[in-house]
């Protein structure tokens, strides 16, 4: 699976946007980029997921550059409980794959 | 109310007991996994079903066992022979048949053997 790099970690105002930033240069055409976050002793919850093009739900946005080698997570407006560890993963597209790989992620930090 | 429960929350053992932990999902996945989490690490799995009456080892399996008699539960045993077995210990499931198979996790069940 290809490796992400995330920053280890940010800080943002409350009510402002926050952009967490990803970078996966080794990804592949068949891997997807998801994006989960983990609140302190909580189990990680599910963001949004793309393959290429740009995607929003009600949580977030994610932006993913035209040669897919970095991706930035979108928090439109940042609200406390937003403070948490924030991870971005690469998965092949393929229904072998079964395991999802974390690493250190990016603690977001939302200020009053 | 639709999700995967963990229970129970925090658990205490002490060294050499065999502990059971549980995970239930009402979300008719097919697919469920266990994984656990040190302080400061990310997730490693330790087991998977992808479908009832199998499972598969992951990458830390050795000191854990589990069962998948109902679609709805995968029980994790940590057995005395696991040598390291304090960690936070998350259950997740999934649909299991999709190319973009989306995991959703419970809220864990943090182990302390004492």
């Known amino acids: 699976d290809a490796k992400t790099t995330q920053p280890t970690s940010m800080d943002c105002a409350e009510g402002r946007a926050a952009n967490l930033p990803c970078n996966h240069s080794?990804?592949?055409?068949?891997?997807?980029v998801y994006w989960y976050r983990q609140i302190h002793s909580q189990g990680p919850q599910y963001i949004i997921h793309?393959?290429?093009n740009n995607e929003t739900n009600e949580m977030a946005s994610l932006i993913i550059t035209e040669d897919r080698k970095s991706s930035t997570l979108i928090l439109p407006h940042a609200t406390l409980r937003d403070t948490a560890v924030y991870y971005c993963?690469?998965?092949?597209?393929?229904?072998?794959?079964?395991?999802?790989?974390f690493g250190k992620g990016t603690l977001l930090t939302v200020n009053p | 109310d639709g999700g995967i429960t963990q229970s129970p929350k925090y658990l205490f053992r002490k060294e050499g007991q065999n502990v059971t932990l549980s995970c239930e999902q009402n979300?008719?996945?097919?697919?469920m996994y266990w994984y656990r989490q040190d302080p400061g690490q990310g997730l490693r799995l330790i087991y998977y079903?992808?479908?009832?009456?199998?499972?598969q080892k992951g990458d830390i399996a050795e000191g854990y066992s589990v069962s998948r008699e109902k679609k709805e539960s995968f029980p994790l045993t940590v057995t005395s022979a696991q040598k390291n077995p304090t960690a936070f210990y998350l259950c997740?499931?999934?649909?299991?048949?999709?190319?973009?198979?989306?995991?959703?996790f419970g809220p864990g069940t943090r182990l302390t053997v004492l």
């Open positions: 793309g393959l290429k």
């Open positions: 979300l008719n996945h097919d697919a």
């Open positions: 079903s992808q479908i009832v009456n199998d499972f």
């Open positions: 080794t990804i592949s055409g068949n891997e997807y």
């Open positions: 997740a499931s999934s649909i299991g048949s999709a190319v973009t198979d989306t995991q959703y």
């Open positions: 993963i690469v998965r092949p597209r393929t229904l072998s794959n079964y395991k999802l790989t």
